[in-house]
T-cell receptor
Framework: QQPVQSPQAVILREGEDAVINCSSS?????VHWYRQKHGEAPVFLMI?????EQKGHDKISASFNEKKQQSSLYLTASQLSYSGTYFC????????????FGTGTRLKVLA | NAGVTQTPKFQVLKTGQSMTLQCAQD?????MSWYRQDPGMGLRLIHY???????DQGEVPNGYNVSRSTTEDFPLRLLSAAPSQTSVYFC????????????FGSGTRLTVV
């Protein structure tokens, strides 16, 4: 099953913060985060490996809790350019390693 | 570097027709995958490959075939197109998904009438 993301959609004003969650029913070995602008391909933002690490990319950071099989993406002081759909990508193992994506979160930042 | 190149960008098929979506990458990546993207469904894995000669099914493989004879190419074949296969198809590659992200092609928008 696809990892479930929440919320499904969020609208922010410039400068506001947001959190996007990604939850899986299967054990996770790594978590990726991507952003997709309308009509474009997804673009890789960051990867998190086991160990509960946090990573940052500009004012976007993320955490990974492998025990809870969850990851969260934190967008701080959002900018207009943050608008798009965010996907988590997870590597799971069921005989072979498969790479599947979450259901997506649509984020719109208003001026 | 061109990255991941998908052709065609747009295609309209009649029900029952077959076709091949092309995907090529010039980064010498071992891992390649095909995804379809439908509104509200996110990206769903169709087939993937961990190297030349090795392929496996993803979440939604029915109606699609793949092969990987070279590291560079990973074509996706629709055997007998159905309206349910109307979607945007993305090909992606990675050196190692465990440590690196996937690079996506620009996508193929397929309509089956």
């Amino acid at each position: 099953q696809q990892p479930v993301q929440s919320p499904q959609a969020v609208i922010l004003r410039e400068g506001e913060d947001a959190v996007i969650n990604c939850s899986s029913s299967k054990a996770l070995y790594s978590v990726h985060w991507y952003r997709q602008k309308h009509g474009e391909a997804p673009v890789f933002l960051m990867i998190l490996l086991k160990g509960g690490e946090q990573k940052g990319h500009d004012k976007i950071s993320a955490s990974f809790n492998e025990k809870k099989q969850q990851s969260s993406l934190y967008l701080t002081a959002s900018q207009l350019s943050y608008s798009g759909t965010y996907f988590c990508g997870t590597e799971t193992y069921s005989g072979t390693y498969k790479y599947i994506f979450g259901t997506g979160t649509r984020l719109k930042v208003l001026a | 570097n061109a990255g991941v190149t998908q052709t065609p960008k747009f295609q309209v098929l009649k029900t029952g027709q077959s076709m091949t979506l092309q995907c090529a990458q010039d980064m010498n990546h071992e891992y390649m995958s095909w995804y379809r993207q439908d509104p509200g469904m996110g990206l769903r894995l169709i087939h993937y490959s961990v190297g030349a000669g090795i392929t496996d099914q993803g979440e939604v493989p029915n109606g699609y075939n793949v092969s990987r004879s070279t590291t560079e190419d990973f074509p996706l074949r629709l055997l007998s197109a159905a309206p349910s296969q109307t979607s945007v198809y993305f090909c992606a590659s990675s050196e190692n998904p465990g440590t690196d992200g996937y690079t996506f092609g620009s996508g193929t928008r397929l309509t089956v009438v």
